[in-house]
């Protein structure tokens, strides 16, 4: 089995900075991609940033230049560094990790999601 957990989630004031980590542990081989998505409520998950394991990134449109996201495949965790916070930002955000796990199966394991609070 393979668990993803994240942290750093909070209450920040519109234009602060929160960093949410998320580290993966288990029977895991390898991690492909990995990924932050948030949902809002009463609106669908939407994907905020990723990674592949090489390093290249990929970003929603609303958060480029803003939001920055990276990992470190020895430890297993990827992070994203958020900038700039908008009120319309507040949301669950979920950590995504698609793991190939050591019988060799392709899963894509979801965090249990941090809230994460814009307000004044």
């Known amino acids: 089995q393979v668990q993803l957990v994240e942290s750093g989630g909070g209450l920040v004031q519109p234009g602060g900075s929160l960093r949410l980590s998320c580290a993966a542990s288990?029977?895991?081989?390898?991690?492909?991609?990995m990924g932050w998505y948030r949902q809002a409520p009463g609106k669908q998950r939407e994907l905020v940033a990723s990674i592949t394991s090489g390093g290249s990134t990929n970003y929603a449109d609303s958060v480029k230049g803003r939001f920055t996201i990276s990992r470190d495949n020895a430890k297993n965790t990827v992070h994203l560094q958020m900038n700039s916070l908008k009120p319309e930002e507040t949301a669950v955000y979920y950590c995504n990790g698609v793991v190939i796990n050591t019988a060799r199966a392709l899963h894509s394991y979801w965090g249990q999601g941090t809230q994460v609070t814009v307000s004044s």
């Open positions: 288990g029977s895991i081989f390898r991690i492909n991609d």
